[in-house]
């Protein structure tokens, strides 16, 4: 299990193994970001902009190339469907998986890691 820390707009310091980067737009997270390992770009998120839905995710999740990271609007309903579309390297599912932020809600986890396999 790796850990990794959201950043928003510039990198901070956390302890953690990757970062998650997105640019700061209209005062909020930008659509896509970077996973980073140290200084080194290891995969491209791509996700919706903040709490706006987005029709072509899945569109341009499968059209971008490398490495991808699958994130935005994905539950333990949806992430099967996701994945056989997109291909992703991985996938991040957060907020959906909470019971309020930063509280897991342990039966969505184990729910989503079900339809994963």
Do not use: T
Not at 9 to 21: H, K, M, Y
Request: glycine content about 10%; charged content about 30%.
């Amino acid at each position: 299990m790796l850990s990794v820390a959201v950043f928003v707009g510039e990198r901070g310091e956390a302890p953690s193994d990757l970062v998650q980067l997105y640019s700061r737009e209209n005062g909020h997270r930008g659509r896509d970001g970077v996973l980073l390992r140290g200084d080194v770009q290891v995969a491209l998120v791509v996700d919706r902009a903040w709490r706006e839905e987005d029709p072509e995710h899945l569109e341009r999740a499968s059209a971008a190339e490398g490495r991808i990271v699958l994130a935005g609007g994905l539950s333990p309903e949806n992430v099967g469907e996701a994945i056989e579309a997109v291909q992703p390297w991985a996938v991040d599912a957060s907020s959906s998986l909470e019971l309020e932020p930063g509280i897991k809600d342990h039966d969505r986890v184990r729910a989503f890691v079900a339809a994963v396999r």
